[in-house]
């Protein structure tokens, strides 16, 4: 069986812009005014385009334990569980990858919420897309043939990226 689920979608969030306050850890940095505008705007886009994370597709939120991308998971007003995620914070495409295959098999859309220079390597080495940059609250919407488990670099197709 495990067939009946052909195609998986993986929305690739970089966090929304965060302030530098002085003292405070990196981990803290809280989202600017914009970056929160920033966030509500893509998460309206995501909304419409995957359907699948609202209703009847079980969908997923992986989100690193910063402030700033809990703080854009939340924004984006998904109808998903969130997931902090230790494993996204510093995180190269390969923890990404691992992170990604441990998500269960019947999940057919899942949102990871991360950090630069990670989320724009992954969504490179999913697709082989070259993005000339991937700024704060970019987003990359991806099509995987494959079950989560076996996702692997060049397993994607990338579909759709926001307007940078």
């Known amino acids: 069986m495990g067939h009946a689920m052909s195609v ?24 600017t005014p914009g970056g929160e505008r920033d966030a509500r705007a893509a998460g309206e886009e995501i909304r419409r385009l995957v359907p699948g994370l609202t209703g009847l597709t079980p969908g997923l939120v992986l989100c690193s334990p910063s402030v700033r991308t809990r703080r854009t998971a939340e924004l984006l007003g998904l109808d998903a569980p969130v997931e902090i995620e230790r494993d996204i914070y510093e995180a190269y495409p390969d923890d990404l990858l691992g992170v990604l295959r441990r998500t269960d098999g019947e999940i057919a859309s899942v949102v990871l ?46 579909v759709h990226v926001s307007r940078t």
């Not at 998986?8 to 989202?31: C, F, I, N, Q, W």
């Not at 989320?119 to 700024?135: C, I, K, M, Q, W």
């Open 113 to 158: 919420v991360g950090h630069n220079p990670g989320v724009h390597e992954l969504v490179a080495a999913l697709t082989d897309a070259r993005l000339d940059g991937f700024p704060p609250g970019a987003y990359a919407v991806i099509e995987l043939d494959v079950p989560w488990e076996d996702v692997a670099a060049g397993t994607g197709r990338l």
């Open 8 to 31: 998986r979608t993986l929305v690739v969030v970089r966090h929304a812009k965060a302030g530098h306050a002085p003292g405070l850890p990196d981990s803290e940095r809280p989202l």
